[in-house]
């Protein structure tokens, strides 16, 4: 089964740092990636996604994505962060016909001001 | 813009109890998805729907079971809730690998 990895469970910064959160897929064969976010308090929604074409995908909130095939990794960031950006971020890759998702254990991050 | 409901956001149950989670989709989505989440271990799949009557075992499907008689509708049932069933439970629905989700909700088993 697929297995996705993110890495640093926990990251504390402070607002203007930028961020980068890694991600990490055991098998290719799949091109439809995508991050999805939770706020505190707030239901998980889509953050950003990629299916095909240019592989630096751009989302929400200025948040962009790198798919690197060859590495099997899409990582996230964000050149400057808000203390609106603390949630918890996870990564999640399709597998079994892209009928399901494997989310990986989510990066917990916190913007102090 | 879609939306996922769910019956309750916070439920607290006895151990032994029989307890139903409902969830409603409003896009006429063919799948339909129960999770878990808890600290530190992600999302994990317990059961997945992909039409009605249709289901699939997820990743940890042991002590529960689930039924889609409608297609908007998914329902989780914990036959006998332990206190390890106490969790974040997360209904989601999906149209082309992109999955939805609904509000959540925390159960406590006691």
């Known amino acids: 089964a697929q297995s996705v990895s993110q890495h640093n469970h926990h990251v504390i910064l402070s607002e203007a740092a930028s961020l980068e959160l890694g991600c990490n897929y055991s098998y290719g064969g799949t091109v439809n990636l995508f991050w999805y976010v939770q706020y505190p308090g707030q239901h998980l929604q889509l953050l950003l996604k990629y299916f095909s074409g240019d592989p630096l995908v751009k989302g929400i909130k200025g948040f962009e994505a790198e798919f690197i095939k060859s590495k099997f990794s899409f990582n996230l960031r964000k050149p400057s962060v808000q203390w609106s950006d603390t949630a918890e971020y996870f990564c999640?890759?399709?597998?079994?016909?892209?009928?399901?998702?494997?989310f990986g254990k989510g990066n917990q991050v916190v913007v102090i001001p | 813009d879609v939306k996922v409901t769910q019956s309750s956001r916070y439920l607290v149950k006895r151990t032994g109890e029989k307890v139903f989670l409902e969830c409603v989709q409003d896009m006429d989505h063919e799948n339909m998805f129960w999770y878990r989440q808890d600290p530190g271990l992600g999302l994990r799949l317990i059961y997945f729907s992909y039409d009605v009557k249709m289901k699939e075992k997820g990743d940890i499907p042991e002590g529960y079971s689930v039924s889609r008689e409608k297609k908007e509708r998914f329902s989780l049932i914990l036959e006998s809730a332990s206190t390890n069933q106490t969790s974040m439970y997360l209904c989601?629905?999906?149209?082309?690998?992109?999955?939805?989700f609904g509000p959540g909700t925390r159960l406590t088993v006691t």
């Open positions: 999640a890759v399709p597998y079994y016909g892209n009928n399901r998702l494997a």
């Open positions: 989601a629905s999906s149209s082309q690998g992109e999955q939805y």
